[in-house]
């Protein structure tokens, strides 16, 4: 049937060629005129090199034409950390990423894929003052060099969007930000006892330290100092947050929705403020109570031994004061802050209180309210120390209600909590609903490289906040290295007031960096903006983000504050969703292989290492080492270095690398040997596309009815991999085993007799279908095996793949009911159409399964007690029918007919293990 190529064909790829050279697109065989039999490692390295630059301009008209009435879809990726050197953690997110952005593209998505720089901190400031650097220097350039191995990585981020949080164009909007929360009252400053690195001689909050009391930076044992600090108070935003994580999907959600939940704590009562007398304005008690309505019953403020005030400098022998280890008064006191009524404070072993007043004594670091009505330990300690004090609960049993409560008198308990904590808030002494557990986030940082705190502090006026006009307060430019560049700069610290006029002192702490990055997500989508840090009508299109990528270990703290901001400013009407990430996908570590000393426990370089046998020794002297993947680090020599990965096996191999095999979430214990499989995965691929471009001669001759049942397999497992791979992509985001199932469908595609695929529509269709998938993985190579089809005719669309659209299962597609008894195995599936599918409900599906040949005619409608439907949208479904009694295995004519069923249709056995163990239940 087939000769050698016709003159209509050559000429047809001679003008294409010529077009494609004119678009300044050049593929590998093009500039050869050698088609490669195998897919070597040299030849992915070479198709690389033809098609890196290339890629680069058709991702940046890809950006270009990336507007319009499109739906959208903003994928981000946690931004990295400046340290000058990609690692492979951050392949993983970025290569993610990036497939997801330019898969997006494919369906016909306006994507948002940014990308930007978390560029403050205490490391960029050690390490440049260990190099005789200044920080800024160190930063950019270290920039420079990470913007350069993100391309190396061929990742299509919108640099247009591009942001560095130590630019004062972007610090100038955290500043404002700051601004507006201290004029809700969600800043303050007050002296308390914080948490001290002295290595990286600054304050740490509570969850920048581990278990075993180490700062997370420094790995310092931390020490507690009473320091004035500067506090945002996440407390009030407890119940939103907390009643957000309601609203996440709890499968993608589940570690950070628990572990926020125990930070977070059940919002049971709330806390109260009160101003210490005759003391500075952030000189203050905030105080937890779950019985707010007993605010005028209180008689006194018990502080625990560790705390600042238990000095000789408060101590007083008034009456009634303690001796020993008993309660002592000190000279101290609080404010009521209704009644202006002085509290003693009192140095005590606190009390735990449940919601009726149970008692658990216990020394705990928090200040709690003496209230003898509720507490038998606080009146003894009233009666003890001659304290003042009232009942405020009446004595009526069957209505209690309140008494000696003034505006609150005759309120039942729970409403008078409820009136007590809205006054509160809106006077400002607390209220917001909480938990006894969660503490304000203390963001005051001894440092130099960080967003300068725009509060000036007056003599006369106290704090007053830097005017917005005067915005951003910028670093000084100075070669003094740390802290001291800013303690020590008279001209810096050394202002007016904007209130008085009078001298006044610049504040030298500089904010955490989880304030800079708890909105960069914003400021992307609006960085241009010189009159706000976004327009609230660009949140309402782009906003929330669809994806949100990043490492575990980084995720849980940052999307916490993240969260916080994002519902703060939607509460200003800044933003215009509260929640501001819909997927969540935290993928795991990268782990490398590591030797370390079975006597010593000392880490051993790979190079003094080899196998004997089973176990591995060490070259010099023979003695065991104990090999096992760890987290990467340069102390256990076990780091892989990603340029390396690009020049020994190229970009698209390492992506491919990194997305296959181990689901996204799971760690990677990362070995070279997964080059070979997917070398060998693209190797068949680069064969169904060979022929097809330079056809054989001599074909045997194909039968119209042979043509026509091939095609007709074709179709049938086309339709049955893109409507999985399109579930995987979009629901459960194993990419794994979307990957996988390409690679089946590679080997379906090879089953199929050359002299069919020569001539056969939908094996054609299937093999572009096949390239377009690949593309968003692996660019190039894709690229390369577009190129060349379009050369033969294949591919009669002008454009590259990037450019294609994802391909659809045809609208007569099978989706699949799968049937299941009393949920043991399955015991048969009913194919069918699109609308059945879309219209499966727990009403109507027995009517799809009654008369199916598999079905059991022993079971009976009655018989049934439960029906449960679970639904993978656009893909597969399952039922579960419940009936007591019945054993599948017994009903030997079920199974019989499920044998001959699945043998006359030629299915294959179905991925139900791996289905059930890799894909939620919907």
Same mark, same amino acid.
């Given at each position: 049937?087939?000769?050698?190529?016709?003159?209509?064909?050559?000429?047809?790829?001679?003008?294409?060629?010529?077009?494609?050279?004119?678009?300044?697109?050049?593929?590998?065989?093009?500039?050869?005129?050698?088609?490669?039999?195998?897919?070597?490692?040299?030849?992915?390295?070479?198709?690389?090199?033809?098609?890196?630059?290339?890629?680069?301009?058709?991702?940046?008209?890809?950006?270009?034409?990336?507007?319009?009435?499109?739906?959208?879809?903003?994928?981000?990726?946690?931004?990295?950390?400046?340290?000058?050197?990609?690692?492979?953690?951050?392949?993983?997110?970025?290569?993610?990423?990036?497939?997801?952005?330019?898969?997006?593209?494919?369906?016909?998505?306006?994507?948002?894929?940014?990308?930007?720089?978390?560029?403050?901190?205490?490391?960029?400031?050690?390490?440049?003052?260990?190099?005789?650097?200044?920080?800024?220097?160190?930063?950019?350039?270290?920039?420079?060099?990470?913007?350069?191995?993100?391309?190396?990585?061929?990742?299509?981020?919108?640099?247009?969007?591009?942001?560095?949080?130590?630019?004062?164009?972007?610090?100038?909007?955290?500043?404002?930000?700051?601004?507006?929360?201290?004029?809700?009252?969600?800043?303050?400053?007050?002296?308390?006892?914080?948490?001290?690195?002295?290595?990286?001689?600054?304050?740490?909050?509570?969850?920048?330290?581990?278990?075993?009391?180490?700062?997370?930076?420094?790995?310092?044992?931390?020490?507690?100092?009473?320091?004035?600090?500067?506090?945002?108070?996440?407390?009030?935003?407890?119940?939103?947050?907390?009643?957000?994580?309601?609203?996440?999907?709890?499968?993608?959600?589940?570690?950070?929705?628990?572990?926020?939940?125990?930070?977070?704590?059940?919002?049971?009562?709330?806390?109260?403020?009160?101003?210490?007398?005759?003391?500075?304005?952030?000189?203050?008690?905030?105080?937890?109570?779950?019985?707010?309505?007993?605010?005028?019953?209180?008689?006194?403020?018990?502080?625990?031994?560790?705390?600042?005030?238990?000095?000789?400098?408060?101590?007083?022998?008034?009456?009634?004061?303690?001796?020993?280890?008993?309660?002592?008064?000190?000279?101290?006191?609080?404010?009521?802050?209704?009644?202006?009524?002085?509290?003693?404070?009192?140095?005590?072993?606190?009390?735990?209180?449940?919601?009726?007043?149970?008692?658990?004594?216990?020394?705990?670091?928090?200040?709690?309210?003496?209230?003898?009505?509720?507490?038998?330990?606080?009146?003894?300690?009233?009666?003890?120390?001659?304290?003042?004090?009232?009942?405020?609960?009446?004595?009526?049993?069957?209505?209690?209600?309140?008494?000696?409560?003034?505006?609150?008198?005759?309120?039942?308990?729970?409403?008078?909590?409820?009136?007590?904590?809205?006054?509160?808030?809106?006077?400002?002494?607390?209220?917001?609903?909480?938990?006894?557990?969660?503490?304000?986030?203390?963001?005051?940082?001894?440092?130099?490289?960080?967003?300068?705190?725009?509060?000036?502090?007056?003599?006369?006026?106290?704090?007053?906040?830097?005017?917005?006009?005067?915005?951003?307060?910028?670093?000084?430019?100075?070669?003094?290295?740390?802290?001291?560049?800013?303690?020590?700069?008279?001209?810096?610290?050394?202002?007016?007031?904007?209130?008085?006029?009078?001298?006044?002192?610049?504040?030298?702490?500089?904010?955490?960096?989880?304030?800079?990055?708890?909105?960069?997500?914003?400021?992307?989508?609006?960085?241009?903006?010189?009159?706000?840090?976004?327009?609230?009508?660009?949140?309402?299109?782009?906003?929330?983000?669809?994806?949100?990528?990043?490492?575990?270990?980084?995720?849980?703290?940052?999307?916490?504050?993240?969260?916080?901001?994002?519902?703060?400013?939607?509460?200003?009407?800044?933003?215009?969703?509260?929640?501001?990430?819909?997927?969540?996908?935290?993928?795991?570590?990268?782990?490398?292989?590591?030797?370390?000393?079975?006597?010593?426990?000392?880490?051993?370089?790979?190079?003094?290492?080899?196998?004997?046998?089973?176990?591995?020794?060490?070259?010099?002297?023979?003695?065991?080492?104990?090999?096992?993947?760890?987290?990467?680090?340069?102390?256990?020599?076990?780091?892989?270095?990603?340029?390396?990965?690009?020049?020994?096996?190229?970009?698209?191999?390492?992506?491919?690398?990194?997305?296959?095999?181990?689901?996204?979430?799971?760690?990677?214990?990362?070995?070279?040997?997964?080059?070979?499989?997917?070398?060998?995965?693209?190797?068949?691929?680069?064969?169904?596309?060979?022929?097809?471009?330079?056809?054989?001669?001599?074909?045997?001759?194909?039968?119209?009815?042979?043509?026509?049942?091939?095609?007709?397999? @074709?179709?049938?497992?086309?339709?049955?991999?893109?409507?999985?791979?399109?579930?995987?992509?979009?629901?459960?985001?194993?990419?794994?085993?979307?990957?996988?199932?390409?690679?089946?469908?590679?080997?379906?595609?090879?089953?199929?007799?050359?002299?069919?695929?020569?001539?056969?529509?939908?094996?054609?269709?299937?093999?572009?279908?096949?390239?377009?998938?690949?593309?968003?993985?692996?660019?190039?190579?894709?690229?390369?095996?577009?190129?060349?089809?379009?050369?033969?005719?294949?591919?009669?669309?002008?454009?590259?793949?990037?450019?294609?659209?994802?391909?659809?299962?045809?609208?007569?597609?099978?989706?699949?009911?799968?049937?299941?008894?009393?949920?043991?195995?399955?015991?048969?599936?009913?194919?069918?159409?699109?609308?059945?599918?879309?219209?499966?409900?727990?009403?109507?599906?027995?009517?799809?399964?009654?008369?199916?040949?598999?079905?059991?005619?022993?079971?009976?409608?009655?018989?049934?007690?439960?029906?449960?439907?679970? @639904?993978?949208?656009?893909?597969?479904?399952?039922?579960?029918?419940?009936?007591?009694?019945?054993?599948?295995?017994?009903?030997?004519?079920?199974?019989?007919?499920?044998?001959?069923?699945?043998?006359?249709?030629?299915?294959?056995?179905?991925?139900?293990?791996?289905?059930?163990?890799?894909?939620?239940?919907?």
């Amino acid at each position: 049937m087939f000769g050698k190529p016709s003159l209509t064909w050559c000429v047809l790829r001679h003008t294409f060629r010529q077009l494609q050279h004119y678009r300044g697109l050049t593929s590998l065989y093009e500039t050869t005129g050698k088609w490669e039999s195998q897919l070597r490692r040299e030849s992915m390295l070479a198709i690389e090199a033809a098609w890196k630059h290339q890629l680069q301009e058709i991702d940046g008209n890809t950006r270009s034409k990336d507007k319009g009435n499109k739906e959208k879809f903003y994928v981000l990726s946690m931004f990295p950390y400046p340290s000058g050197k990609l690692h492979m953690g951050h392949v993983r997110v970025y290569t993610i990423s990036d497939m997801m952005a330019r898969y997006h593209r494919m369906l016909g998505h306006e994507v948002i894929h940014p990308m930007g720089f978390d560029a403050f901190g205490l490391p960029a400031e050690n390490a440049a003052i260990e190099r005789g650097l200044h920080p800024k220097s160190w930063t950019y350039s270290n920039i420079e060099t990470m913007k350069q191995q993100l391309e190396n990585l061929c990742c299509n981020f919108d640099w247009d969007r591009e942001l560095t949080t130590c630019d004062p164009s972007y610090y100038r909007w955290t500043q404002y930000i700051f601004l507006k929360m201290y004029e809700a009252g969600l800043v303050y400053q007050k002296k308390a006892s914080v948490n001290w690195d002295p290595v990286d001689k600054t304050v740490l909050a509570d969850e920048q330290i581990d278990a075993t009391g180490r700062s997370w930076r420094s790995g310092s044992i931390v020490e507690q100092r009473y320091l004035n600090q500067w506090y945002i108070r996440t407390t009030a935003y407890a119940k939103s947050l907390w009643d957000g994580l309601e609203t996440v999907r709890s499968d993608l959600w589940k570690d950070v929705v628990d572990l926020q939940k125990n930070w977070i704590g059940q919002c049971t009562g709330c806390r109260l403020d009160f101003q210490i007398q005759n003391g500075e304005p952030y000189d203050f008690l905030s105080i937890f109570t779950d019985h707010p309505e007993a605010i005028y019953g209180i008689s006194h403020i018990i502080v625990p031994a560790s705390h600042l005030y238990n000095t000789p400098q408060y101590h007083t022998l008034g009456l009634g004061q303690g001796v020993g280890t008993g309660p002592r008064v000190l000279t101290v006191q609080a404010v009521h802050p209704l009644t202006g009524d002085r509290i003693p404070i009192v140095v005590a072993a606190s009390v735990a209180r449940g919601a009726e007043g149970s008692e658990t004594s216990s020394m705990q670091s928090d200040c709690t309210l003496g209230i003898p009505a509720l507490s038998s330990s606080d009146l003894q300690i009233a009666q003890q120390l001659l304290l003042k004090w009232q009942p405020v609960y009446s004595d009526n049993q069957d209505n209690p209600t309140m008494t000696n409560s003034y505006q609150f008198d005759g309120m039942t308990r729970s409403a008078a909590a409820e009136a007590v904590m809205h006054l509160a808030q809106s006077r400002g002494f607390g209220g917001y609903p909480v938990s006894s557990r969660l503490h304000d986030w203390l963001i005051s940082r001894q440092r130099y490289w960080g967003t300068p705190i725009p509060i000036i502090h007056c003599s006369s006026c106290g704090a007053v906040p830097v005017p917005y006009e005067d915005l951003p307060v910028g670093l000084p430019d100075t070669s003094t290295p740390g802290h001291a560049a800013l303690l020590d700069n008279d001209a810096w610290h050394d202002v007016k007031c904007p209130r008085c006029g009078c001298a006044a002192r610049r504040e030298t702490d500089t904010m955490d960096t989880f304030v800079d990055s708890s909105w960069y997500f914003l400021r992307y989508l609006d960085n241009h903006n010189l009159d706000l840090p976004f327009a609230r009508e660009v949140t309402e299109k782009y906003m929330p983000v669809d994806l949100y990528i990043g490492g575990i270990e980084h995720a849980y703290l940052h999307l916490y504050y993240a969260r916080f901001f994002s519902h703060f400013l939607h509460d200003k009407e800044m933003c215009a969703h509260r929640e501001p990430f819909v997927n969540l996908l935290t993928q795991g570590m990268v782990k490398g292989e590591s030797y370390k000393h079975a006597r010593t426990g000392v880490y051993l370089r790979p190079d003094l290492v080899h196998k004997q046998g089973s176990k591995y020794v060490e070259k010099a002297t023979g003695d065991e080492v104990i090999v096992r993947y760890e987290k990467m680090s340069k102390s256990k020599y076990n780091g892989v270095d990603p340029e390396e990965l690009f020049a020994e096996y190229g970009a698209d191999m390492t992506r491919l690398c990194i997305l296959s095999n181990v689901a996204p979430k799971s760690d990677r214990n990362w070995n070279n040997d997964v080059y070979v499989g997917v070398q060998n995965w693209l190797n068949r691929v680069w064969s169904l596309i060979g022929p097809l471009v330079e056809p054989v001669a001599r074909q045997p001759e194909v039968t119209p009815n042979e043509l026509n049942q091939w095609d007709c397999t @074709i179709k049938s497992f086309r339709n049955k991999y893109l409507l999985e791979i399109r579930y995987h992509m979009d629901v459960t985001f194993l990419f794994n085993t979307a990957i996988a199932r390409m690679h089946e469908m590679t080997s379906d595609l090879k089953k199929v007799p050359q002299p069919v695929a020569m001539v056969s529509e939908e094996y054609k269709r299937a093999v572009r279908d096949l390239v377009v998938m690949i593309a968003p993985s692996a660019p190039m190579f894709s690229l390369e095996c577009w190129s060349c089809l379009q050369g033969a005719g294949v591919v009669t669309k002008d454009g590259n793949v990037l450019d294609a659209a994802w391909p659809e299962a045809d609208v007569d597609a099978e989706y699949w009911l799968k049937v299941q008894i009393n949920k043991s195995q399955i015991i048969g599936k009913v194919a069918l159409n699109r609308d059945q599918f879309d219209s499966l409900s727990e009403e109507n599906v027995l009517q799809f399964v009654r008369n199916e040949n598999f079905y059991p005619n022993s079971i009976r409608d009655c018989d049934i007690v439960e029906t449960q439907l679970s @639904i993978r949208p656009r893909w597969t479904a399952r039922v579960s029918l419940m009936v007591p009694g019945f054993d599948v295995r017994q009903d030997e004519n079920a199974g019989n007919q499920k044998k001959k069923q699945n043998k006359k249709k030629g299915k294959k056995v179905d991925n139900e293990n791996e289905d059930v163990n890799n894909a939620q239940n919907l």
